[in-house]
């Protein structure tokens, strides 16, 4: 079956602290990964799309990272604001190239409070 | 450049009840979606859209219908709305046929069945 894990679950940083988020995926054929930020009350918001040959991609603070052997990602956020308190989504697409639908699997998201 | 707006951000229905969710993107997406967010759990797909015309069904479709008569919107209707359907409904499109082009999501519709 196909499912995205994340963890921690939750997690709480001081301001200015680096930290990372970790997704395990058991999902296949692999098409890509995705990171969304979703802010409460928001709708989620692209951070990250990596394909199987790519291991790594950057969005100003935010660095993605892709194991595509292990089928695990990590999402390191460095010096944290305020304003990186949300919940952040790992997606697995399942679809190839072309596929309409994007068979997206949605993980149950990593909740992070940054603290001052 | 408002992007995907979802209207009403808020409701509630009482059981069996019916009501449209509406969706409305300028961004001249060809594909769309609806999702809905339970509790502590990922986004669920309910259905989708390729175009005007066009739309098929997700993982989870029964209770809901669609219809897509124009590119830039993508209604969403509840017949005989049950306590089941209280969730938040996000719906989100996209441009082309490139998997690898993000979804833009609107800030979603908070429904309560009561």
């Known amino acids: 079956k196909n499912q995205v894990e994340q963890s921690p679950q939750s997690l709480i940083i001081l301001e200015g602290k680096n930290c990372t988020l970790q997704c395990n995926y058991t999902v296949s054929p692999f098409s890509n990964l995705r990171w969304y930020k979703q802010d409460t009350g928001r709708g989620p918001v692209s951070l990250t799309i990596?394909?199987?040959?790519?291991n790594t991609k950057s969005n100003g603070r935010y660095t993605a990272t892709l194991d595509a052997d292990t089928k695990q990602s990590s999402l390191h956020i460095t010096a944290s604001q305020l304003s990186d308190s949300a919940s952040y989504i790992c997606?697995?697409?399942?679809?190839?190239?072309?596929?309409?639908?994007?068979?997206?699997?949605f993980g149950k998201g990593t909740k992070l409070s940054v603290k001052p | 450049n408002a992007g995907v707006t979802q209207t009403p951000k808020f409701r509630i229905l009482k059981i069996g009840q019916s009501m449209t969710l509406q969706c409305a993107q300028d961004?001249?997406?060809?594909?769309m979606y609806w999702y809905r967010q339970d509790p502590g759990m990922g986004l669920k797909l309910i259905y989708y859209?390729?175009?005007?015309?066009?739309?098929d069904k997700g993982e989870v479709p029964n209770g809901y219908n669609v219809s897509r008569s124009t590119t830039e919107d993508f209604p969403l209707r509840l017949e005989l709305a049950a306590p089941s359907q209280t969730s938040v409904y996000f719906c989100?499109?996209?441009?082309?046929?490139?998997?690898?082009?993000?979804?833009?999501f609107g800030d979603g519709t908070r429904l309560s069945i009561l």
């Open positions: 989100a499109s996209r441009f082309g046929t490139d998997v690898l082009k993000p979804q833009h």
């Open positions: 990596m394909t199987f040959s790519e």
């Open positions: 961004m001249n997406h060809n594909y």
């Open positions: 859209s390729v175009g005007a015309g066009i739309t």
């Open positions: 997606v697995v697409s399942a679809t190839p190239y072309g596929g309409s639908q994007g068979n997206l699997i």
